[in-house]
């Protein structure tokens, strides 16, 4: 699997019958493979995890957090073609669909807006979080945090125990120490081999506060230096 990673929340997955691309919201993309078919995901609308420009791509489905909203005037005001259009699937928490043959996706309520994506395909299985994530923010109100925490942990449990290969996580150093709940809860409530963190707003050197504070998870933790950043894994 080779990844690419395209700024804030965005990658681009190269698997040998698919390529996926999560969250493009900046950034421009490497030159897409022909002859393998590609799946745009966009967990919800926030501008730092989604684009109009994506519907200019070519995929095969363009598969979209519920608040995505394909309403006629977001379609033309986002130059959303009829063709484009016929290949938008709306998606709130709970689905289940086979996207291609072989490649099944499942979708998690997210604590913020829209979905967090779970996708297997080739044997392999790759989570992006999207805006899922443990939101603790120091200054908010206790009964906010107090629900928070439990809309995450009941939201992440589908997550409990399941082997993933690749798992794109929030590191959010906005929260400073708080914005480590959420990874090591995911961390350790999942069978994850490698998580490359996201959500960063270029302060790439958070991870290694994080891996400082918890470091059982180095090697599993890839830290990202650099926008354009490519990674091979197995």
Not at 56 to 78: C, I, T, Y
Not at 141 to 154: G, P, R
Not at 183 to 212: C, N, S, V
Request: charged content about 20%; proline content about 7%.
């Amino acid at each position: 699997m080779r990844i690419s990673f395209l700024g804030h929340s965005g990658f681009l997955l190269e698997l040998p019958s698919a390529t996926l691309l999560f969250d493009w919201s900046e950034g421009e993309l490497p030159t897409l493979r022909p002859g393998r078919p590609l799946l745009v995901f966009a967990s919800h609308h926030h501008e730092d995890h989604f684009r109009p420009a994506i519907f200019q791509l070519g995929a095969a489905a363009f598969l979209l957090g519920k608040d995505v909203r394909m309403s006629a005037r977001n379609r033309e005001r986002w130059g959303v073609s009829p063709e484009a259009a016929a290949r938008c699937v709306t998606l709130g928490g709970g689905r289940r669909l086979e996207p291609l043959p072989g490649v099944r996706v499942e979708t998690l309520t997210s604590t913020d807006e829209g979905v967090a994506f779970l996708v297997t395909a080739d044997g392999q299985t790759v989570f992006h979080a999207g805006d899922l994530n443990w939101w603790h923010w120091e200054g908010e109100d206790v009964s906010w945090n107090t629900e928070m925490a439990l809309h995450f942990q009941e939201f992440t449990a589908p997550l409990r125990g399941k082997h993933i290969d690749l798992a794109m996580l929030p590191l959010d150093p906005r929260l400073g120490r708080d914005g480590f709940r959420g990874p090591r809860y995911f961390l350790e409530l999942a069978d994850i081999a490698r998580a490359l963190p996201m959500h960063q707003w270029q302060d790439f050197g958070f991870t290694a506060k994080f891996l400082e504070e918890f470091p059982q998870f180095a090697g599993r933790v890839v830290p990202i230096s650099h926008v354009g950043q490519e990674f091979l894994l197995p």
